[in-house]
């Protein structure tokens, strides 16, 4: 079973050193929640883990090598929701989960996918559109798309800002299931979902002494 596990890894952004001599390990079927101030660097560790930035010191490690080895294999083992949603203003609802689709290789329905976040009264509404809980369901219907190849890693950043209770309990059973199929989760939150079970990482406790 391959393991995934940051080593020492410090994080710099602009000039500054954010957090540094942070060690995580994320097995398979594990959940690992982010906590921390404002500020303290949990979208930057997730962009870390996502290849999306390069560590200042230390090591990202899937299976015993570095995942700069082959980053594009990486992405691929990946999904990385990020704390903006990634809709395209002028294409619908249907168009942009259509988009991750394509991108990711689902297989199955689309309508399955929508339907899960209750989307398909909204799926030809252009996203411009959508309330800020509605933009939330339709960027994470991305997890709920069956592909032949499941991304092994979900990375997530505040995937519960502006989500209603259901739009709650929509994630977390998909998260459940992700895990039962032997998927890792790494979230951050302020707010963690109470039903989901995991590892808390602690970011603040790496802060960098501020010169
Ligand atoms: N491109 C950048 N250049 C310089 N500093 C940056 C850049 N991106 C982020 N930062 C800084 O890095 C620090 C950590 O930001 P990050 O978004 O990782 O924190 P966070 O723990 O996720 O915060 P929050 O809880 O507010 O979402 C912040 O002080 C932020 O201003």
Redesign the pocket.
């Known amino acids: 079973m391959p393991s995934f596990e940051g080593r020492e890894l410090a994080?710099q952004?602009?000039?500054?050193l954010?957090f540094h001599h942070l060690d995580f390990t994320l097995d398979e079927g594990e959940a690992l929640i982010?906590v921390?101030?404002?500020?303290?660097?949990?979208?930057?560790?997730?962009?870390l883990a996502a290849g999306l930035s390069r560590p200042a010191a230390g090591a990202l490690i899937w299976d015993g090598r570095e995942i700069t080895r082959d980053l594009d294999l990486h992405h691929r083992r990946v999904i990385y929701l990020g704390?903006a949603d990634g809709l395209k203003a002028g294409l619908t609802v249907r168009e942009n989960v259509k988009f991750w689709s394509d991108l990711d290789g689902a297989r199955g329905s689309l309508d399955e996918a929508l339907q899960t976040f209750d989307l398909t009264p909204l799926a030809d509404l252009p996203a411009r559109f959508l309330s800020a809980g509605q933009r939330r369901r339709a960027t994470l219907a991305r997890l709920a798309l069956d592909r032949s190849q499941p991304a092994q890693i979900w990375l997530l950043?505040?995937p519960t800002t502006a989500l209603d209770r259901d739009g709650q309990a929509v994630l977390s059973s998909l998260i459940q299931r992700h895990r039962s199929a032997g998927g890792r989760v790494m979230l951050?939150s302020?707010d963690p979902l109470p039903e989901l079970l995991g590892r808390r990482l602690r970011?603040?406790d790496h802060l960098a002494a501020v010169a």
């Open positions: 994080c952004r602009g000039e500054r954010l982010l921390g101030a404002n500020g303290s660097g949990k979208s930057s560790l997730l962009r704390h950043d505040e951050a302020h970011v603040d």
